[in-house]
């Protein structure tokens, strides 16, 4: 039997979401919480690898067992066994072959900055403090040409496969305010390492004067010596949603 999950969890204390040997990560915390309850030995599959320090709302994962626990079952009992900074907020039974990474059409991240003068204690694991209010119509003006189908060689880390494709999809890039935070939304169909963090750097540069729309144009054309973006800190992103052709899980 195969079982989806969406998982919530502050990435704060965590070296990312993927198994590390000597680090400890989300993927191992929820591993030995499964094994806990199945007497298992299990690998889950994720949707997404956040990095460090990263956060999620409604990351997707899946396991197969032979134990003859029900959804809700299964719900329950992690969530008695997982850290306080990690819940299964639902379960499900899915097809043998259901992929959460393969299978997802979008993911939705956010990046979340507060504009304030005084730092928040309460919100220092979650938002990237900035003290001046940014130029929001600059910065729609530059994501709209981060939408669409775009060469982010400038936006992203270091891949694995060196002659991996650096091209990918961003269907939407919304920006909102909420008293004092600045809500950068972005939807696609697959991210490199660190994008969105670079996506949301050259924006908030933009909107504060450290970079002009033209800038971003030139970086995501790749032309002339246009610099790479630099990666706001990891604190501020949080995987909101991962989406599929039936449905959320």
């Known amino acids: 039997m195969r079982m989806a999950m969406i998982v919530e969890y502050d990435g ?15 993927q191992e915390e929820i591993e030995k919480a499964i094994e806990s309850l199945t007497a298992e ?20 994962v899946a396991f197969d067992t032979e134990a003859p626990y029900d ?6 009992a992690l969530n008695a066994r997982l850290p306080q900074d990690i819940a299964v907020r639902s379960a499900r039974r899915v097809s043998p072959e259901f992929d959460p990474r393969r299978d997802a059409v979008s993911r939705l991240y956010r990046y979340t900055v507060l504009v304030s003068g005084v730092r928040s204690p309460l919100m220092r694991r979650t938002a990237h403090r900035i003290q001046r209010q940014p130029d929001l119509e600059s910065m729609r ?6 939408e669409g189908i775009n060469d982010f060689a400038n936006f992203g880390g270091a891949l694995e496969n060196l002659e991996a494709s650096t091209i990918r999809r961003i269907d939407r890039i919304d920006l909102e305010t909420d008293d004092s935070l600045v809500k950068i939304d972005v939807e696609g169909n697959a991210f490199l390492p660190h994008q969105v963090r670079r996506m949301a750097g050259a924006l908030l540069d933009v909107g504060t004067g ?4 033209s800038d971003v144009s030139k970086q995501i ?8 973006a630099r990666a706001l800190p990891p604190n501020g992103l949080c995987l909101i949603r991962v989406n599929y052709i039936d449905g959320p899980v």
């Open 12 to 26: 704060t204390e965590y070296s990312g979401f993927q198994y590390q040997k000597n680090a400890r990560t989300i």
């Open 221 to 228: 054309s790749l032309a002339g010596d246009a610099p790479p």
């Open 210 to 213: 450290r970079l002009t729309v």
């Open 141 to 146: 003006a530059a994501a709209a040409h981060m």
């Open 71 to 76: 959804p809700a079952t299964v719900l329950r």
């Open 41 to 60: 030995a299990v690998r889950i599959k994720a949707a997404g690898r956040t990095d460090a320090g990263v956060h999620a709302l409604g990351q997707v």
